[in-house]
């Protein structure tokens, strides 16, 4: 099981190999024209380091690296754009909200009903609807097809409908 720790007075989370899933570019050409081009964007989450590649190669200025999503960075950005792990939602809502920079993140669909995102977003978040569900990658190959919907949860992005549906 996952879990939080404390080693050397720094933070650690352990992800479960169940996070360990891709986001493949098209998701991110789907939503491109939604972004701003004018930002610095992180991309949070390294992973296998595709997203940050997929993002640069949209045109895109791009920070992404292979560091502690819960540590103060290093670097200057504007906004995050990411597919974080999926078993730390609640962590990671909880260090959005202490970030309190513009976002754009892939959650499955039922974190629109959670608590979590409630306290801290209530009232101030946009969603985009991909036009179908969205097949993650595993070492480079699209799964079997995933069992569950996602959407991307904006925050301070001003996009001119609260719901878009790609």
């Excluded at 989370?13 to 169940?18: H, T, Y």
């Excluded at 949209?58 to 990411?82: A, C, Q, R, W």
């Excluded at 309190?100 to 209530?122: G, R």
Aim: hydrophobic fraction near 40%; charge should be positive; aromatic fraction near 14%.
């Amino acid at each position: 099981m996952a879990s939080l720790t404390l080693r050397g007075g720094k933070r650690e989370i352990e992800f479960k190999k169940e996070d360990n899933w891709m986001t493949p570019k098209s998701a991110f050409e789907d939503i491109a024209h939604l972004i701003p081009k004018n930002k610095i964007i992180w991309e949070s989450f390294y992973g296998d380091g595709a997203s940050g590649k997929h993002l640069t190669e949209l045109g895109f200025n791009v920070e992404s690296h292979n560091i502690d999503f819960f540590e103060p960075t290093k670097f200057d950005y504007d906004m995050i754009v990411t597919n974080p792990p999926f078993s730390k939602k609640i962590p990671i809502f909880k260090r959005l909200a202490e970030i309190d920079k513009p976002f754009m993140i892939l959650v499955p669909v039922s974190v629109i009903t959670k608590k979590y995102l409630k306290k801290d977003f209530k009232d101030k978040i946009q969603i985009i609807i991909p036009s179908s569900r969205i097949h993650f990658l595993k070492n480079g190959e699209k799964g079997s097809g995933s069992w569950f919907d996602t959407l991307w949860i904006c925050y301070k992005i001003n996009l001119e409908n609260d719901i878009t549906f790609l």
